[in-house]
């Protein structure tokens, strides 16, 4: 009995659970937050709904592998490649709309990276997938297209990794209270977390590689609720007050780019 898969079934599960009730939480929180955070807000409300939405099946898969149901297995594989496809998406309108400010300029880009993901699907769908290998402790599927492995890599990873690194980049260089930086810099690099280890998990082609891809996918989630909802300790260590908790987040990152802004007028 493979009871690894049990290990990485329950993984996935966890992450896909506490991705979808921190989308919950963010929605019900909606009204609390000012209009001008609402777009962000929302694009981050699509983008745990995404990861959730990935690993609920992947969970699934993972106890088909286990009870030797392969065709399921590969079924459910196609059907959690949809959401990995588009999680980019509300990522970069997340990105681009805190820089400019601008709804449309984010939608517009937002819709390339939708057809991108879109391309990613229709050449996985066309050319298939070669597996699964079950091991003790994964299930592995390789996509059969190198043209869907570079749609990826190159259109929907490296850019948006390079743009949320830029960001942080832009904040970091401000001088700032340590309040600032951990409401700005922890949900972007736990947006970055998430993000880099989903690629790593769907391109694993070790079975240990996959079950600490997730692992670290399910702290990067752990960290994002964190920077949303602080320890009391740390509440009261950076001077967060009670009152402003909900909206702290997208008014920090707001903030830190206008001081950018105006510094770079100067």
Same mark, same amino acid.
């Given at each position: 009995?493979?009871?690894?898969?049990?290990?990485?079934?329950? %993984?996935?599960?966890?992450?896909?659970? &506490?991705?979808?009730?921190?989308?919950?939480?963010?929605?019900?929180?909606?009204?609390?937050?000012?209009?001008?955070? *609402?777009?962000?807000?929302?694009?981050?409300?699509?983008?745990?709904?995404?990861?959730?939405?990935?690993?609920?099946?992947?969970?699934?898969?993972?106890?088909?592998? !286990?009870?030797?149901?392969?065709?399921?297995?590969?079924?459910?594989?196609?059907?959690?490649?949809? #959401?990995?496809?588009?999680?980019?998406? #509300?990522?970069?309108?997340?990105?681009?709309?805190?820089?400019?400010?601008?709804?449309?300029?984010?939608?517009?880009?937002?819709?390339?990276?939708?057809?991108?993901?879109?391309? !990613?699907?229709?050449?996985?769908?066309? &050319?298939?997938?070669?597996? #699964?290998?079950?091991?003790?402790?994964?299930?592995?599927?390789?996509?059969? &297209?190198?043209?869907?492995?570079?749609?990826?890599?190159?259109?929907?990873?490296? %850019?948006?990794?390079?743009?949320?690194?830029?960001?942080?980049?832009?904040?970091?260089?401000?001088?700032?209270?340590?309040?600032?930086?951990? *409401?700005?810099?922890?949900?972007?690099?736990?947006?970055?977390?998430? @993000?880099?280890?989903?690629?790593?998990?769907?391109?694993?082609?070790?079975?240990?590689?996959?079950?600490?891809?997730?692992?670290?996918?399910? %702290?990067?989630?752990?960290?994002?609720?964190?920077?949303?909802?602080?320890?009391?300790?740390?509440?009261?260590?950076?001077?967060?007050?009670?009152?402003?908790?909900?909206?702290?987040? @997208?008014?920090?990152?707001?903030?830190?780019?206008?001081?950018?802004?105006?510094?770079? *007028?100067?």
């Amino acid at each position: 009995m493979n009871t690894g898969l049990l290990l990485n079934s329950t %993984i996935c599960f966890a992450i896909g659970l &506490s991705s979808l009730a921190f989308a919950w939480v963010l929605l019900a929180k909606n009204e609390q937050n000012r209009e001008t955070s *609402r777009p962000a807000l929302f694009s981050l409300v699509v983008f745990w709904t995404l990861v959730g939405l990935t690993y609920l099946p992947t969970s699934v898969r993972m106890m088909a592998a !286990y009870l030797g149901n392969m065709e399921m297995d590969a079924i459910l594989y196609f059907i959690a490649a949809v #959401p990995f496809a588009f999680v980019s998406v #509300p990522m970069v309108f997340f990105i681009i709309y805190i820089i400019t400010g601008s709804k449309k300029t984010g939608e517009y880009l937002a819709l390339v990276f939708t057809f991108l993901g879109a391309a !990613y699907l229709a050449f996985l769908y066309d &050319s298939g997938i070669v597996g #699964p290998e079950v091991t003790e402790w994964a299930s592995l599927f390789s996509v059969n &297209s190198e043209l869907a492995i570079h749609i990826y890599l190159m259109g929907l990873f490296v %850019i948006p990794t390079a743009m949320i690194l830029g960001l942080l980049m832009l904040i970091l260089l401000q001088r700032v209270p340590k309040r600032i930086r951990y *409401r700005t810099v922890l949900p972007l690099v736990a947006i970055s977390f998430v @993000f880099d280890f989903m690629l790593t998990d769907f391109i694993a082609i070790i079975d240990v590689m996959q079950v600490f891809s997730r692992l670290f996918v399910l %702290i990067g989630t752990v960290l994002a609720y964190l920077a949303y909802f602080p320890p009391m300790t740390i509440q009261e260590r950076l001077g967060i007050q009670e009152h402003n908790i909900e909206t702290y987040v @997208f008014d920090g990152i707001e903030k830190e780019l206008d001081t950018l802004t105006l510094d770079n *007028r100067v």
